[in-house]
């Protein structure tokens, strides 16, 4: 069993910075890929990000490639997203989320995460 919890959420204007962190419990963090999903109100529960067990592979939702960077630090059980250049229709509840079986294609279908956190309100004005 894994817990995963977020932090790092607030109001921002556009064109600002956030860092999202995902700090997890449990010793078999390391063996997960980690995803980052973003859900607005009355929108569905969307890709962002996802970075594979050992930090090596990654993969961005088109809106945000350029902008946003996933990374991990697997002695601190912590995945990171490093979000730039924010833009209004980045405003969401942020989610961080964790898969356990290793794929040969990193996962960006929220169906196939085991492990979710509760979630970071992200606010971007304009």
């Known amino acids: 069993q894994v817990q995963l919890v977020e932090s790092g959420g607030g109001l921002v204007q556009a064109g600002g910075s956030l860092r999202l962190s995902c700090a997890a419990s449990?010793?078999?963090?390391?063996?997960?890929?980690m995803g980052w999903f973003r859900q607005a109100p009355g929108k569905e529960r969307e890709f962002v990000a996802v970075i594979s067990w050992s930090g090596g592979s990654t993969y961005y939702a088109d809106s945000v490639k350029g902008r946003f960077t996933i990374s991990r630090d697997n002695a601190k059980n912590t995945v990171y997203l490093q979000m730039n250049s924010l833009k209004p229709e980045d405003t969401a509840v942020y989610y961080c989320?964790?898969?356990?079986?290793?794929?040969?294609?990193?996962?960006?279908?929220?169906?196939?995460?085991?492990?979710w956190g509760q979630g970071t309100q992200v606010t971007v004005s304009s």
């Open positions: 449990g010793r078999t963090f390391s063996r997960y890929a």
């Open positions: 989320a964790a898969d356990r079986r290793w794929r040969v294609v990193l996962s960006t279908t929220p169906d196939e995460y085991d492990y």
